[in-house]
């Protein structure tokens, strides 16, 4: 039955939402259980299936993710599934073939175990008991998770839709053609623009909100407001072959677990009678929103291209080689159906940082799709979604080298066939480098770095020039191979080497903002939890708190003027920071935004020689008196105008130096030569990042800083609370009032010795932290204790680990156990202080 | 000349017939030319004088043992014939199964060009022609080089129209036929259902995915019994294996042009609409108002076909008292 | 017993059938290939022969190199050798692909017989009754008629005998039968079966088969084309006559006054 109203066509409403697919329908069905009224839903294709991507989906739900949000808004949106009673949980298993493979499944055991999900690692005999008809001889193991569901994602979407039109009044108007979405350009100091309204081919709706929720075709209706949603459609292919009888005999839409062959990156799922074959191995194949055919022309359904044989005849042969039976049924249905994918791997959720009210909900697949709708809803309502921190989602991060069709397709073709790839967690892109540099660039690579991407920016890791290091260190290699992936024990030497002597690292990839006019120091503190309002010269280190006072940024702010603030943040947080103040500022002309990311440049030189080096090329006063620690002073470098910011985010003593862009290659050089007889060494972010971040226990956002902690979790809490308003005040004073229940804390890995005999080094983050019966560790806000960054401290020889855990359990010398690659290590608590120097004496030298 | 192609059944001039001869008509007037019609198998006055009333002045009859019964090598080998001998400046018959048979079956012969299937025809001294491909959702512009251009106009692109009604002569044609001819000569007939067929049916109920099963047409069966009509189904459900394949309308099945045809659960692919697009009258009943279908029929309803049409059935049985 | 079936590669398309800029072609640029559906019956038709009588199909057909693809799904449903007449991309007019037709058969059959003998003529050669696309009608006719062998079109049912071929022909309301003496054509109509899916091996053994390329050199026909276009859309008003059951009485209404009832 047709579920449309039976009224005109809307001139306004509060809301458009375009696209009825699962998210389109999911984020009406949650905008409207949070109370949003004046709703309206279009599609230019028919209804239920209108023809994208949730039209052919394969429709499953596979629980295990290492990624936490991936992880967490799959596994709260098969719960959605199971709540509407549109889902069955059919269980899954990822089969080995290989033995890396069967290395993997034991990352996903503890994977499984960090986020509370039943799994079982099979033997092949195991793995036929649940699946008969598989070929046993081919595979090594399989791991087995018994919650894997199916879902009806098109009777999940018309189910979301009646209750927004039950709950909302939702309008739905299928058949119904965007073609433009209007914005309101009149130029505004935050230099963004305002949705308006959406023209389709029934009339104008005037609109407060629009949210794209196209799937696939996203990008094209983000053109029509001229902004970019980097995504684009790619084939993945699937046959449906049948019927078979084992299968018809279940009498089951699906009655054998779903098989992910994973190292053919190919999967064989029950429909009924027969199995679909779904693959993720063939060449990637991408197409441009334009040549999606309109619903008439499409010889199936818009998004389900002609199948390309050639393409699939190698997953066949595997196919066939894992259920013989398969070889001899036929092929009834076969397409190149189109899925969306991102430059990152992540979906791209959030308002448009470029225009106001306009919201994407794209390049979302079924297994997320109601957690998904519900983060935007949520997003839309509370202005951050409360289900989970969704960061890695927001599409503000994407810097302006992401936004092309050049980055997304070549990123798109070499993230394609990872879809099911063992992907290593400092895993770095082969394609698409050097998009943004350092000035220091030609220096660097004469001193043989070996580069890292953080997002475009690119960022030495370490230096071979220092290889000599390793050997006056005694450093070696270590024994596991993936554990040596992406690192060099030269990491290591150039650590201990600022620790004895100095080392000079290059932060040109910080983000640099200045807020500047008659408004900007009280918008800088409505901005920040800590007190902006401070004598010109003076930084603050401060978080930056959403709404409902969970984190937004940590980042350093510095009074450079009396109506001047400058912002210093990450080069990973940049887009959201950057976006942030732009939401928040005053459009009345009292601020100014300006962005100098790429007019300024950082050089990091610590260790106890810095004073040593810096002072043969300053008159500067470097004593903790003349250049105490926060202060930020004017100084003159080898005939550069520069800035000295005392700090540090590694343990030893010195400086962010802060050179114009153009004139930092003379500066470097400079310092290069100062510190020659000084021991001092090009360091990499590897140092800086992580072994000397770690030893001193600095939290990082992203790891231990997310919106679903707070400052007094995180035991950033001080003492007082300014009088000034903040974003999120109300809620920080509430968590100040209630005490933690958790602390952020250190812990040392006592033995890191696996059941070979081999020592291995924890790296990647969210494995579960233990108690010493191997339960998992949650607190009453459901939010389990789990390693939010780990790594090697050199000037400790253990491995440290820093997540959050209950107060009785953060006690220093609590015992304690963290999983990785599926075995248990003993860990003890240092507590939330630093597992290195604590009482930061080499800062204070 | 214009040598309009006759078929004929049981005695009596077909519909396809009837429409060669009027879109021939107007066809002759363009070219400034006489309508003639060739009758082979038969030379039965009813015939000549019906064709007459079609505006033929001349029925040229040929009769011969071979052509006792249809075969579309001793009728293509006819025309071939009368062509030859008649020099007409262009042949037309009607672009049914037989009609494009023989046509081709003579042009074959003749190493003519032969276009099928014309909307429009242009003649001159290159004729051009207006032609369907796809059933009929895609023209072709076409032109010939030939000394005589031979044709067919599409099935149901006219309405039979009687008009110029004129008093028929009959001509014999001697036509050279041996045994030979009679190698594709029909056999047999076989008659599989008595009354009224889905060509001729006055009420089609079709029927599509959207009927849900095989047993989902008992329903429509009793509609169609109740109107004296006929059961279709499109091209999906002749796949899926609910309705044989003789039920199916569209561009590989049959060709319909009922007064009515009520579509139920079809949505109106191509392939099936160039089979339904004939019909005098279109009713649609979907639950999707912007099906195809029901876009390009006279009326819809908005609804489930298995609530409304057992509806339709107790209505009419209720008037009909 | 040795069956040649001739297929066209046709695009695969929906609603609504687009144009290339120049007029000339199906734009066919998102839409897949398919065989012609007839044909689709005929490939289907030559394999049930040939595993109820032995032998062996041979498919053929003439167009672009990608037609290739046609001839491997043939294949991959039981065919057992391609043949690809090529051409430069461009539709060849009836008689032209007619000559080239009937110019490989002569070729096919003289050597396959190593000496020319009668051995190697195909007892059946397999048509389309009328492609899905251009639709024209007559090339199995003509093939038929310049290979001096009988055809008959509209073909639903075929059986074979020693001698001779016995082929049912639907009309309205039944159908008749024709019996063709050996060697013989028939143009096939969808409905004279269900045709198969590949299996995933016969897919995978059908790109082991070997496509014979041919190149034959035929004289254009007297049939050009000018250009192809969309006819004109017909725009009716649909009256809605309700939603849901109590539509019934206005339906009824409708039928009254067209005097169905």
């Given amino acids: 039955m047709s579920d449309i109203p039976n009224s005109g066509f809307p001139t306004s409403a509060k809301c458009v939402v375009i696209g009825a697919g699962i998210v389109g329908n999911c984020v009406v069905g949650h905008l409207a259980r949070l109370g949003w009224k004046d709703l309206v839903l279009l599609d230019k294709g028919p209804l239920p299936n209108p023809g994208g991507s949730t039209g052919h ?83 090594l193991g399989g ?223 079924v297994k997320e799709g109601p957690g998904m709708g519900q983060v935007v809803a949520e997003w839309m309502h509370y202005g951050y979604p409360r289900v989970i921190d969704s960061h890695g989602a927001d599409v503000a991060r994407f ?97 201990l080497n600022l620790r004895e002597n100095c080392g000079l690292i290059d932060l040109s990839a910080f983000q640099i903002y200045e807020l500047e006019g008659s ?79 790429k007019e300024i440049s950082t050089l ?48 030893d003593t010195g400086w962010e130096i802060y050179v114009p862009w153009d004139q930092a290659p003379s500066v470097f050089d400079a310092i290069m030569k100062a510190g020659e007889d000084h021991g001092l060494r090009v360091t990499g972010g590897g140092v800086y990042s992580l072994s000397g971040r770690i030893e001193k226990g600095y939290r990082l956002m992203g790891a231990e800083l997310e919106s679903e902690y707070n400052p007094v979790e995180a035991g950033l809490a001080r003492p007082k609370v300014k009088a000034a308003d903040f974003i999120g005040k109300e809620a920080y004073l509430a968590a100040r009032e209630a005490g933690s229940e958790v602390q952020c804390v250190t812990l040392i890995v006592d033995d890191n010795v696996d059941s070979q005999g081999r020592q291995r080094f924890m790296q990647g983050g969210n494995e579960p932290i233990l108690d010493l019966d191997g339960n998992r560790i949650v607190d009453s806000h459901g939010r389990a204790s789990r390693v939010t960054t780990a790594g090697y401290a050199p000037s400790l020889g253990k491995n440290l680990l820093m997540g959050y855990l209950p107060n009785e359990l953060a006690e220093p010398g609590t015992k304690l156990q963290s999983m990785y690659m599926n075995e248990l290590y003993p860990c003890t608590v240092v507590g939330p202080g630093s597992a290195f120097d604590p009482d930061d004496t080499r800062l204070k030298s | 000349m214009l040598l309009v192609v006759l078929e004929h059944e049981r005695g009596e001039l077909v519909e396809a017939a009837c429409e060669a001869l009027t879109f021939g008509r107007v066809l002759a007037a363009k070219m400034g030319e006489d309508l003639e019609a060739a009758l082979i198998g038969s030379d039965d006055d009813a015939l000549v004088a019906a064709a007459g009333e079609y505006g033929a002045e001349t029925v040229h009859t040929c009769t011969h043992d071979v052509l006792s019964d249809y075969g579309p090598d001793a009728y293509g080998a006819v025309v071939a014939q009368m062509v030859e001998s008649l020099s007409p400046e262009a042949v037309l018959a009607c672009g049914s199964d037989r009609g494009n048979e023989i046509m081709a079956q003579a042009a074959a012969r003749l190493g003519s060009p032969f276009v099928a299937n014309c909307k429009d025809v242009t003649p001159g001294d290159a004729w051009s022609m207006t032609r369907v491909q796809w059933g009929g959702s895609l023209l072709e512009d076409t032109a010939i080089d030939a000394d005589v251009a031979l044709l067919s106009c599409g099935l149901h692109t006219v309405a039979a129209e009687p008009g110029g009604a004129q008093n028929a002569d009959a001509e014999e044609f ?35 995915r959207g009927v849900g099963s095989e047993d989902g047409f008992a329903q429509l069966e009793a509609l169609a019994e109740l109107l004296g009509g006929r059961v279709g189904c499109s091209r999906a459900v002749t796949n899926l294996g609910w309705r044989p394949h003789s039920d199916q309308v569209g561009q590989t099945g049959t060709r319909i042009a009922p007064e009515v045809y009520i579509a139920s659960g079809i949505s109106g692919a191509i392939q099936h609409w160039v089979g339904a697009m004939a019909s005098k009258h279109i009713l649609a009943i979907n639950t999707d108002r912007e099906a195809n279908m029901v876009v390009k029929a006279d009326w819809a309803v908005i609804a489930d076909l298995h609530e409304v049409i057992p509806a339709i059935t107790e209505e009419v049985k209720r008037r009909r008292g | 017993m040795k069956i040649l079936c001739c297929v066209k590669r046709v695009p695969a398309p929906g609603a609504k059938i687009n144009v290339t800029a120049d007029g000339m072609d199906v734009d066919a640029a998102h839409l897949g290939f398919t065989t012609s559906p007839h044909e689709e019956c005929g490939v289907e038709g030559a394999i049930q022969l040939k595993e109820e009588h032995g032998g062996e199909v041979t498919v053929l057909t003439l167009g672009p190199g990608d037609a290739e693809e046609q001839l491997r ?47 190697g003529e195909f007892d059946l050669i397999l048509f389309g009754n009328e492609s899905a696309d251009a639709g024209g009608f007559q090339v199995g006719i003509r093939v038929a008629h310049a290979l001096g062998r009988p055809i008959v079109q509209g073909i639903k049912g075929i059986e074979v005998g020693d001698e001779s071929i016995t082929a049912r022909r639907e009309i309205d309301g039944g159908f008749e039968v024709y019996e063709l003496p050996r060697p013989a054509v028939l143009g096939v109509k969808e409905g004279l079966n269900l045709p198969r899916y590949p299996t995933m091996k016969g897919r995978l053994a059908s790109k082991k088969i070997e496509i014979q390329s041919m190149e034959v050199d035929a004289d254009e026909g007297g049939q050009s084309r000018v250009r192809l276009h969309r006819p004109e859309e017909q725009i009716s008003e649909t009256v809605i006559l309700g939603e849901g059951p109590e539509a019934a009485a206005a339906v009824v209404d409708v039928l009254e006054e067209l005097g169905v009832l």
């Fill in chain 3, 73 to 119: 799904y043939a294949a991959s449903v039981g065919a057992d050798h391609g043949v690809l007449i090529a051409t430069d991309g461009t539709a060849y007019d009836p008689q032209r692909t007619a000559a080239a037709i009937v110019e490989a058969v002569e070729e096919l059959e003289s050597a396959e017989g190593g000496d020319g003998t009668e051995d």
């Fill in chain 1, 57 to 139: 989906a394969s429709n499953f739900i596979f629980p295990v993710d290492h990624n936490k949000e991936m992880a967490l808004l799959g596994e709260q949106s098969a719960n959605q599934y199971r709540d509407m009673d549109l889902s069955v949980d059919s269980g899954g298993i990822e089969v080995a073939r290989t033995q890396e493979r069967m290395v993997e499944l034991q990352r996903r055991m503890t994977s499984a175990k960090a986020w509370g999900i039943e799994a079982h690692l099979l033997t092949p005999a195991e793995v036929k008991e649940h699946v008969p008809f598989i070929n046993g001889e081919v595979i």
């Fill in chain 1, 519 to 597: 408004g900007a120091v009280e918008f800088a503190d409505y901005l920040a939890v800590n007190k902006i309002d401070v004598p010109v010269g003076r930084s603050v280190y401060t978080p930056w708190l959403n709404a409902d006072g969970g984190f937004h940024s940590d980042l350093t702010m510095m009074r450079m003027a009396e109506d001047r603030v400058r912002i210093v943040t990450g080069v990973f947080d940049g887009g959201r920071d950057d976006f942030w103040v732009r939401k928040h500022m005053p459009n009345d002309g009292s601020v100014t935004f300006t962005n100098l990311s």
């Fill in chain 1, 143 to 365: 791991f087995y998770c018994p919650t894997v569901s199916v879902v009806d994602s098109l009777e999940t979407g018309t189910t979301m839709r009646k209750e927004a039109i039950d709950k909302a009044g939702l309008q739905v108007f299928a058949n119904t053609e965007v073609l433009d979405v209007i914005t309101d350009d009149t130029p505004r100091p935050n230099g963004r623009r305002k949705v308006t309204a959406v023209e389709t081919d029934k009339g104008t709706i005037e609109a407060e909100y629009v949210v794209i929720a196209c799937g696939v075709w996203s990008n094209r209706i983000a053109y029509m407001a001229d902004t970019y949603i980097p995504l684009v459609p790619a084939v993945h292919q699937m046959a449906d072959v049948g019927p078979m009888d084992i299968l018809a005999e279940t009498n089951n839409e699906i009655g054998y677990p779903i098989v992910r062959d994973m190292d053919t990156f190919c999967y064989e799922r029950q429909s009924a009678g027969s199995m679909e074959v779904g693959s993720y191995a063939h060449r990637p194949i991408l197409h441009h929103p334009d040549e999606i055919p309109s619903n008439a022309e499409a010889a199936l359904s818009p998004t389900e291209f002609p199948f390309t044989p050639d393409d699939f005849d190698q997953q066949m042969e595997e196919a066939i080689e894992l259920m013989d039976m398969l070889g001899d049924a036929e092929i009834k249905y076969a397409i190149n159906g189109l899925l969306s994918l991102t430059p990152d791997g992540m979906p791209c959720l959030g308002e448009m940082p470029d225009v106001e009210n306009l919201w994407s909900a794209a390049a979302v697949w």
């Fill in chain 2, 174 to 208: 001697e036509a050279a036929l041996d045994e030979s001819h009679a190698i594709t000569i029909v056999k047999d007939r076989v008659v599989q259902e008595a009354g009224v067929t889905l060509p001729t049916a006055p009420v089609v109920v079709g029927g599509g």
């Fill in chain 1, 399 to 495: 810097y302006d080298e992401e936004k092309s069709d050049e980055h997304i397709w070549a990123r798109a073709e070499e993230s394609f066939n990872k879809t099911y790839g063992i992907v290593h967690p400092a895993e770095q892109w082969a394609d698409r480098r050097m998009l943004v540099d350092s000035p220091y660039r030609s220096r660097q690579e004469a001193l043989g770095a070996e580069f890292f991407q953080a997002r475009v920016w690119e960022r030495p890791q370490w230096y071979t020039s220092n290889a000599d290091l390793v050997e006056r260190y005694g450093l070696e290699e270590r024994k596991v191979e993936w554990d040596n992936r992406w690192w060099s024990p030269i990491t290591v030497a150039e650590h």
């Fill in chain 1, 604 to 651: 990091g030189l610590w260790g106890p020689n810095a004073p040593a080096v810096l002072g043969q090329l300053t008159d500067q006063d470097l004593s903790q008196d003349g250049s105490p620690y926060g202060s930020y002073l004017p100084v003159t470098i080898a005939g550069v105008e520069c800035h000295l910011f005392r700090i540090s985010y590694v343990g």
